[in-house]
């Protein structure tokens, strides 16, 4: 099993969806419940859930034992590598996604945050030192 | 009046650029097959602590640590997934000044293949967990937390388990 598994707290499985599909090359790859998406883009396998009772047959997006519910946010992401960020970026923001900030250039590359419609964050890299790379 | 630096140029080396090698390099380029390391996914923790958090992952959690060039980034890898740690600092900041945090719901999914093992194992490390194993659809499942703060998610999988069979080996 080399698949890598993230999974994303949203409060709309279907705006997400869309979202991941259209903007970010995902492949949709099942969505059995109206609560639960599995899609994947290479070797990441994002799961998608909205928050569910603690009855739901799902159990990935039930609320804790003590009633705290998960919602989506954060800082944690999954990153995706891209050749060309500024060319992304201005794709992007025409298509009206949001972005958190504007490229950054650090260590090993450059990098920009960008926003899925429940808020949660994904970051866009491109490498400029080799060790940065994903086949260094 | 000649260029007194004139002395110290080397004789122009003509270029030879062989064909035959410039194919072979070509094919060889062509026909390597890309290392297994390039299609890792890649996740970002941001943590407050460095040295507790890869200790935790590569102690408790089977990572290997790749690289700790500073004392605010680490990169992992387990398997396929290379996991970057960050001390959140001003490169990480917002516009407004924002510094990012540990924390959130969303996580890693991490593969086990005796999550009632895994479990005990790590309690008796003194691992916190926020909820008991649940069984779900094809899956059990057990959420826990790093050092910082962050959430990691163990899974099991069970009859039923869903695996898109990919084109690429």
Request: proline share 9%.
């Amino acid at each position: 099993m080399s698949t890598v598994s993230v999974r994303y707290i949203v409060d709309d499985v279907d705006a997400a969806i869309a979202f991941y599909c259209t903007e970010l090359g995902f492949h949709e790859d099942m969505h059995p419940d109206p609560a639960f998406a599995m899609l994947s883009r290479g070797d990441l396998r994002l799961v998608l859930v909205s928050p569910v009772g603690a009855d739901h047959r799902g159990g990935g997006s039930r609320p804790m034992p003590d009633g705290t519910p998960q919602t989506p946010g954060g800082w944690n992401r999954f990153m995706l590598e891209v050749s060309n960020l500024e060319a992304t970026i201005a794709t992007l923001r025409e298509n009206g996604v949001a972005f958190r900030n504007d490229l950054v250039t650090g260590v090993g590359g450059k990098q920009v945050m960008i926003e899925d419609p429940s808020g949660n964050p994904v970051e866009l890299f491109e490498p400029i030192i080799r060790e940065a790379r994903l086949d260094s | 009046m000649s260029d007194p630096l004139e002395a110290l140029r080397l004789p122009d080396i003509p270029i030879d650029p062989r064909p035959e090698f410039a194919a072979a390099l070509l094919r060889r380029i062509e026909t390597t097959p890309a290392p297994a390391a390039a299609r890792a996914a890649t996740v970002r923790y941001f943590v407050s602590d460095l040295d507790a958090a890869v200790d935790f992952y590569c102690a408790l959690l089977g990572f290997e640590e790749e690289l700790r060039p500073s004392p605010v980034f680490a990169m992992l890898y387990r398997g396929d997934l290379r996991l970057l740690l960050s001390v959140p600092g001003v490169n990480h900041a917002l516009p407004d000044g924002t510094l990012p945090e540990p924390g959130g719901w969303n996580r890693m999914s991490l593969p086990v293949t005796d999550l009632a093992a895994s479990v005990a194992e790590l309690r008796q490390q003194g691992v916190r967990f926020r909820t008991e194993v649940v069984t779900s659809v094809g899956v059990m499942q057990i959420l826990l937390d790093d050092p910082s703060g962050n959430l990691v998610e163990l899974f099991e999988p069970l009859e039923g388990y869903h695996e898109r069979r990919r084109s690429t080996p």
